[in-house]
C-alpha cells in the first residue's frame, strides 16, 4: 500500500495555523519542521529525521492524535546520591549509543542522570516497546479491579469482533507472553511486514483498525506452543483493556499508575486512526517518569502499602513464562527476562528500563541507534553497561562506600 505523503506546505500549515509565527515554536518543533519527516512509516525515516521527530511525536502534524495521561500535583521525589564510580567513559558510550538521555538509580537515588542529542529532563521521548511492559501492568490492574475476570479468558471474551476468528482459541496469558501461534510478520526492514502495514491497513466501518486486521490472520501453531514477538497483539491487549474497564487506556495509565506512582510530567499516548491508543508503543514520557515506572515496579506496584496488581501477578509477570530461544533469556508478561532475575522493558533504536532487583537497580535508556530498529553492536554495549553498572554496585557494597 502507498503511504500516504503529507507537502512540506501542509506541515507548516497545520505547525503553525492561525496567528502561531515560527518564532513562537519551541526548538523541537522546529527542528521537526526542519527535517519533515512526511510519512507516518517510521521504520524507514532516515536518522536526522528520527533525531527530530522521537522527541515529539505527539506534536507531528500527521501523527498527531493522541491522548493525555495526566501528572498528579505530588511528584515523588528522586534524591540524588553520590556519583557512580563506573569503569567506563561514559560519554563514549552514550556518543556510541546516540544516547539522548541516560539515568542510573540505586537505591532509590539518583546516582548518574546524562542526556544528549540536545535533549533535556523537561522533553518528552517515545517509548517504541517500552509501553509492552506498561500496558501489561495494566492488565493486572484491570484483573485486581475484577474487570478482567482470569487471565486464562479468551480473548474474544472481551472483544466480541474477534470471535469467530483464530484468537477464539487464545487466552489472554498467551497474548501476554506471545504465544498466541496466530501468523505474524515483525520485521522491520520489510516494508510488507505486518508491524509495517497494520496502521495503514483500511478497517471495515465501525470496527477498530488492528482488530479488523488482526481478525483475519490465520493460525500458524497451536496456541501455547509457540513464542513469537507481535506488536499487533500487545496492541490488542490494550483494546482488551481499555474493554473490560471501559475506559480509555491513557486514563487507567493515569488512574493506576501515573497519578499515584508520583509522576512529574504528563504523558500522551498516540492513538490509532480509530482512536484507540497503540499500547505496544508509543508512549511519550520524561526520562525521569520512565525511572519512576521502573521503581515502582521494584517496589511491588504499591500505593500506599496496597498492590495494584493481585498477589502473585508481578513475580508471574517478571519471571520467565516463555522460552524465546536464546540462552539465560526468556519472556514474561511483556518483559524480557534473565536467568539472573533482571528484567527489562526494550524499545526499537535504543529506549529501555533495566532493573535489577537485587541490586535495587533501575536504568533508563532513550536513544536513536545508528544502526536502525534493532542495532546489534548498540544492543550488546548496552548490556555490556547494563553488566558495569552492576560491577560497579558491587564493588562499592564490598568496599562499604556506597553510603
Not at 511528584?75 to 561514559?90: F, T, Y
Not at 501489561?136 to 487471565?151: H, N, W, Y
Not at 490465520?218 to 501455547?224: E, K, S
Request: charged share 20%; net charge neutral; proline share 4%.
Amino acid at each position: 500500500m502507498k503511504l500516504k505523503t503529507v507537502t512540506l506546505v501542509g506541515l507548516l500549515t497545520i505547525a503553525v495555523a492561525g496567528t502561531v509565527g515560527w518564532f513562537s515554536l519551541d526548538k523541537e518543533t522546529r527542528g521537526i519542521l526542519a527535517e519533515f519527516p512526511t510519512n507516518r512509516d517510521v521504520l524507514f525515516w532516515k536518522q536526522s529525521q528520527r533525531d527530530a521527530a522521537f522527541r515529539a511525536f505527539d506534536r507531528l502534524p500527521f501523527l498527531a492524535k493522541h491522548r493525555v495521561v495526566q501528572a498528579g500535583t505530588t511528584p515523588s521525589p528522586l534524591p540524588p546520591g553520590p556519583p557512580l564510580a563506573l569503569p567506563l567513559d561514559v560519554d563514549a558510550y552514550m556518543q556510541g549509543q546516540r544516547s539522548a538521555a541516560l539515568m542510573v538509580m540505586h537505591d532509590g537515588q539518583v546516582r548518574l542522570e546524562r542526556y544528549g542529542l540536545d535533549f533535556d529532563a523537561n522533553g518528552r521521548w517515545t517509548s517504541f516497546s517500552v509501553a509492552k511492559s506498561i500496558t501489561s501492568t495494566l492488565v493486572g490492574a484491570a484483573v485486581r479491579d475484577g474487570f478482567i475476570k482470569s487471565m486464562d479468558d479468551k480473548v474474544s471474551d472481551y472483544i466480541d469482533e474477534m470471535k469467530g476468528s483464530a484468537y477464539d482459541d487464545v487466552s489472554i496469558r498467551q497474548l501476554l507472553t506471545m504465544t498466541s501461534g496466530i501468523q505474524w510478520n515483525e520485521d522491520y526492514s520489510d516494508r510488507n511486514s505486518d508491524v509495517a502495514r497494520f496502521n495503514n491497513h483500511q478497517p471495515e466501518p465501525g470496527v477498530d483498525a488492528l482488530v479488523s486486521y488482526l481478525r483475519k490472520l490465520p493460525r500458524a501453531a497451536p496456541a501455547g506452543t509457540r513464542w513469537l514477538y507481535s506488536t499487533g497483539e500487545t496492541n490488542l491487549v490494550g483494546v482488551l483493556v481499555s474493554r473490560a474497564t471501559g475506559k480509555p487506556l491513557a486514563s487507567y495509565l493515569s488512574e493506576k499508575i501515573w497519578v499515584p506512582a508520583g509522576m512529574e510530567q504528563k504523558a500522551t499516548w498516540m492513538l490509532s486512526k480509530t482512536g484507540q491508543e497503540i499500547s505496544g508503543c508509543c508512549l511519550q514520557a520524561a526520562t525521569r517518569d520512565f525511572a519512576r515506572f521502573g521503581q515502582f515496579v521494584l517496589g511491588g506496584a504499591r500505593v500506599n502499602g496496597q498492590s495494584i496488581v493481585p498477589a502473585g501477578w508481578l513475580q508471574d509477570a517478571t519471571t520467565t513464562r516463555a522460552s524465546i530461544g536464546l540462552p539465560g533469556r526468556g519472556y514474561g508478561y511483556q518483559w524480557w527476562t534473565y536467568d539472573d532475575g533482571t528484567i527489562a522493558a526494550r524499545g526499537i533504536f535504543g529506549q529501555g528500563i533495566f532493573l535489577d532487583p537485587v541490586r535495587k537497580l533501575v536504568i533508563v535508556s532513550n536513544a536513536n541507534w545508528r544502526g536502525g530498529a534493532r542495532d546489534a553492536e548498540a544492543n550488546a554495549a548496552r548490556d555490556a553497561f547494563y553488566a558495569a553498572v552492576q560491577q560497579a554496585v558491587d564493588d562499592e557494597a564490598a568496599a562499604g562506600t556506597s553510603r
